[in-house]
């Protein structure tokens, strides 16, 4: 039996965020990336410092109590060993990468900091620990958080970082108003798209959302998916060729999500320097640019800046 009409629930419009509209990637405006490139891929190299004996972080094996003395050593292992080797293979293949760190790095091991800046990496501002998330944080105290973090990658190196990302994606609904009142360029934490997106702020100052990757990222695949490095290689060079071909309709952004306490493990090392090295193979191609989020970010606003001229 049918229910009379004024007992049934409306079906209306859901609740948005208002950050951009709805597109669909085939018919946008094309454009190419510098020296006529159609694919721009850069490596998001995250550095990370947890608290001892608190808080959030991931796990190889069971947690049972604090101190958790396994996973906590485990995680430190990339900044020890793990980032070392890294740095290494993205010299030896020439690669730049976005540095995506946590202002802990700073006080922990400075040095490794350091060798990123020597080697011309982009630092991208990564919440101070990732033992913590900023998504119930109040607006004052996330609007501090974000000021921290500019300022101490500014005193360190010289230079204001002009991307973020937040420690495990967590943002409040102020977030992306907050990171361009900060004087923020853009984000890496929307993953909707494969090019750049132009966000709504309530100042009316845009912010940029720079894709970064949940499936071309070792976090979810080898975490929470349990992949092996070989496969989680093969998953890079897969999605690379398939987006190189894709490139050729629109220009596109391939970002590679790294956490060095996974991918600098040797094993999983010896994978990735082979997916790495299949990617730089096409360097003289004219089809990749080789980049970070910040020149891309940057490249965009130029774009946008010569179709309004």
């Given at each position: ?65 604090e ?34 760190a ?6 922990h ?80 934490n ?8 132009q ?110 001229a």
């Open positions: 039996m049918t229910p009379p009409m004024d007992t049934l629930p409306e079906f209306g419009l859901l609740a948005a965020h208002g950050r951009f509209d709805y597109s669909p990637i085939h018919r946008r405006h094309d454009y190419h990336w510098p020296q006529g490139a159609r694919l721009a891929v850069y490596l998001g190299f995250n550095l990370e410092h947890f608290a001892f004996g608190s808080g959030l972080g991931a796990r190889l094996g069971a947690s049972f109590a101190p958790d003395i396994l996973n906590y050593a485990w995680r430190e292992y990339g900044n020890r060993v793990g980032a070392w080797r890294c740095l290494e293979l993205f010299d030896a293949l020439c690669l730049p990468a976005g540095v995506i946590n202002t802990a790095i700073l006080d091991c400075p040095d490794l900091i350091a060798a990123c800046v020597a080697r011309g990496d982009e630092l991208i501002a990564h919440g101070h620990t990732n033992a913590e998330h900023q998504g119930a944080y109040p607006e004052a105290t996330e609007r501090a958080l974000l000021a921290h973090c500019a300022g101490r990658f500014e005193d360190m190196a010289g230079v204001r970082p002009t991307g973020w990302l937040s420690p495990w994606i967590a943002e409040s609904q102020l977030t992306p108003d907050l990171l361009a009142e900060t004087g923020y360029r853009y984000t890496l929307w993953c909707h798209d494969d090019q750049p997106t966000l709504r702020t309530r100042g009316g100052t845009p912010l940029w959302a720079i894709p970064y990757p949940q499936e071309v990222n070792d976090i979810p695949m080898i975490v929470a998916r349990h992949m092996d490095g070989k496969d989680f290689a093969q998953l890079i060079i897969d999605n690379f060729d398939e987006m190189l071909e894709q490139s050729r309709r629109q220009p596109l952004v391939m970002g590679i999500a790294l956490h060095p306490y996974l991918v600098g493990q040797p094993y999983r090392l010896r994978h990735l320097r082979r997916a790495l090295a299949h990617i730089a193979g096409h360097r003289d191609s004219g089809q990749v640019w080789f980049t970070t989020p910040g020149a891309i970010c940057a490249h965009t606003d130029t774009l946008i800046q010569e179709t309004r």
